[in-house]
């Protein structure tokens, strides 16, 4: 059973940075893919960022520039390192994990973490 288990949520001022990371139960080189999703109140889950095995790395408009998604692969861990952030980043960051099985697919998803960006 695969876990993943973020951490490095809090409350951030405007244009400040935080790094929030999702830890996995093993090895993250064995998921095609690993990425973070947000849902801000109100709002739909949506992508923010996704790494691809083979180091691709996938952005929302809205967070490009902004943002960076790296993974060690020792420590099987996967950042998101956030910086200038705005109040409409306030949301649950949840981690996502996708792997291959022939010709299907299985996600996984931790349980979220709190970004709250407010003064």
């Known amino acids: 059973q695969v876990q993943l288990v973020e951490s490095g949520g809090g409350l951030v001022q405007p244009g400040g940075s935080l790094t929030v990371s999702c830890a996995a139960s093993?090895?993250?080189?064995?998921?095609?893919?690993m990425g973070w999703y947000r849902q801000g109140p109100g709002k739909q889950r949506e992508l923010v960022a996704r790494?691809?095995?083979?180091?691709?790395?996938n952005y929302a408009d809205s967070v490009k520039g902004r943002f960076t998604i790296s993974r060690d692969n020792a420590k099987n861990t996967v950042y998101l390192q956030m910086n200038d952030l705005k109040p409409e980043d306030t949301a649950i960051y949840y981690c996502?994990?996708?792997?291959?099985?022939?010709?299907?697919?299985?996600?996984?998803w931790g349980q979220g973490t709190q970004v709250t960006v407010s003064s």
């Open positions: 093993g090895s993250i080189s064995s998921f095609y893919a």
């Open positions: 790494i691809i095995s083979g180091g691709i790395t």
């Open positions: 996502n994990a996708v792997r291959l099985y022939g010709l299907a697919s299985s996600d996984y």
